[in-house]
């Protein structure tokens, strides 16, 4: 009885300093990302005066300036001159927008034809199958920047410079959705059930439509989302691409805010820029999460 309370005791204090280093762990992942919402509320000069912990009240006045398309005037020489402001020169919701649009379809189209791929290599046997999956692996490895002169030259000669066709188009092909997608297909797809769809009369298109694609819902929400996040958070292609302020997306807005001259330098504006521009991924993730948690394959033929 003894021996049982010690073994009770002992699980209850593994388990308590288990749940203290995970909170420990928390509020370290968590505490830049509060620093930075009240960076968000604060002034410039505040910011600059030291760290703060508490929350000021600049908030509303710096997302005022994006809604708002104010007009600041100085004088110069006795002449009136316009200065541009955050509201006019860097644009965030119309950014948002743009980022959102880009990321959706780069999303969408990523994650389905990486799946499309997968499939056809994991579930057809042909003459040179492990040299294609060798190949995709190999191309895996080649890092963005060495072909982005190539790729700069044939979108130039394509003529679709300044666009979002080189953002979107390009990004089906991604070698490491593709590795992910297969490796959960041999985890979770038995051949078994597409062969009962052939049988049926299925066709393969409505097999992989139909059948695979529900039943690898988890794995399509967790590269969806890491798509999603990619395509948000880029910003070497899209500034090399576009040059229109209208097609901005987020990356391209913060950065331009960020190089802003010393005159309209803001780092309070600087911090909501970057708070505004977290949120739709936090908003994506809790819309995806719930797909991650839970055997799809319930009811399935287990080989």
């Not at 040299?131 to 190999?138: D, G, K, L, R």
């Amino acid at each position: 009885m003894e021996k049982l309370k010690s073994q009770a005791k002992m699980l209850s204090t593994r388990r308590f300093i288990c749940y203290a280093v995970l909170v420990l762990l928390a509020i370290l992942s968590l505490f830049p990302f509060y620093i930075m919402v009240v960076n968000a509320t604060r002034s410039h000069p505040q910011i600059q005066s030291g760290f703060s912990a508490i929350p000021g009240t600049q908030l509303w006045l710096h997302i005022k300036q994006f809604i708002k398309s104010e007009r600041w005037f100085d004088v110069v020489a006795g002449q009136q001159v316009e200065r541009k402001v955050y509201g006019t020169s860097y644009p965030i919701f119309r950014g948002l927008g743009n980022s959102f649009l880009v990321a959706i379809f780069t999303a969408a189209f990523t994650t389905y034809f990486s799946a499309m791929t997968a499939y056809g290599i994991y579930m057809y046997n042909f003459k040179g199958k492990k040299s294609a999956f060798e190949f995709i692996m190999a191309v895996m490895m080649v890092p963005t920047q060495v072909s982005t002169l190539g790729f700069l030259q044939l979108i130039t000669k394509l003529g679709i410079m300044n666009s979002y066709i080189p953002l979107i188009i390009p990004a089906i092909a991604a070698p490491v959705v593709f590795f992910y997608m297969y490796q959960s297909m041999e985890a979770t797809l038995p051949y078994s059930i597409v062969e009962a769809a052939r049988v049926d009369g299925s066709n393969e298109f409505y097999t992989f439509n139909a059948i695979v694609c529900p039943m690898l819902k988890p794995a399509f929400a967790v590269q969806a989302i890491f798509a999603f996040v990619t395509s948000w958070n880029n910003y070497f292609i899209p500034a090399l691409v576009i040059s229109d302020k209208k097609l901005w997306t987020v990356p391209i807005v913060i950065a331009n805010a960020r190089s802003a001259d010393y005159m309209m330098f803001d780092l309070g504006v600087n911090y909501t820029l970057m708070t505004v521009a977290i949120l739709p991924l936090i908003v994506i993730y809790f819309l995806l999460s719930r797909y991650i948690i839970g055997g799809v394959t319930a009811g399935g033929v287990k080989e």
